[in-house]
């Protein structure tokens, strides 16, 4: 499976934007690139997910570099409830019929100060 | 409910003992996949399930664990003779669709303590 790079930390100011960086040189052409977070005893949920274009929902927007070997995940406004392990994974654009798990690495922990 | 149910919540067993997780998934979701996420670590596959076919089972760490998803909607992870290295928070996830590009959504976990 491609991988991921995140950095394990990251510290952001209430009400600031917050870029969360992942690199992912090895990604194929077919790689979907998708975002989770994981709130404090809580289960992952669902962030963003994008392709080729940057990607904009409700959550959060995702700009991807041109040659898609990275990322970022864009919080416009964290607020305290942001703080949560992020993590960036990639997902094959198609159904493989067996490995389809999503597969988490370490992720970054945000942490936002009030 | 309208999000993915997991039972219990908290689960203590005494090494040694056999124990079963339940997962609720969203109704007419055909994807089900458990993960297995230990203290401070990212969530690890275990399973996944397509309707009531297990067609991955590569993470599961040993013949002591066991799952099934009978008529294609509740799915059971039971483990047998616990072992202290099996403790670590359980998650059950869904999607609707059979694509990897499908939005997944998870229970809150079931955080099994073996002593």
């Known amino acids: 499976d491609a991988k991921t790079t995140q950095p394990n930390s990251m510290e952001s100011n209430e009400e600031e934007p917050v870029h969360l960086p992942c690199n992912h040189s090895?990604?194929?052409?077919?790689?979907?690139i998708h975002w989770y977070r994981q709130l404090p005893s809580q289960g992952p949920e669902y962030v963003i997910h994008g392709l080729t274009s940057n990607v904009n929902n409700r959550m959060a927007s995702l700009a991807i570099a041109e040659d898609r070997k990275s990322s970022t995940l864009i919080l416009h406004r964290a607020t305290l409830r942001d703080a949560a392990v992020y993590y960036c994974i990639l997902r094959a654009g198609y159904s493989g019929g067996g490995a389809d798990g999503l597969t988490f690495g370490k992720g970054t922990h945000l942490i936002i100060q009030p | 409910g309208a999000g993915v149910s997991q039972s219990p919540r908290y689960k203590v067993a005494k090494r040694g003992q056999d124990v079963a997780l339940r997962c609720d998934p969203i109704s007419g979701h055909v994807s089900l996949f458990w993960y297995q996420q230990a203290l401070g670590q990212g969530p690890e596959f275990l399973t996944y399930f397509q309707n009531e076919a297990q067609l991955d089972k590569s993470g599961l760490p040993s013949d002591r664990f066991f799952a099934e998803r009978p008529e294609g909607s509740v799915s059971t992870l039971k483990i047998q003779r616990t072992q202290q290295e099996d403790s670590a928070v359980y998650l059950c996830a869904s999607s609707l669709a059979p694509y990897p590009r499908a939005e997944a959504f998870f229970g809150q976990g079931t955080r099994l303590t073996v002593v």
């Open positions: 090895t990604i194929s052409g077919t790689d979907y």
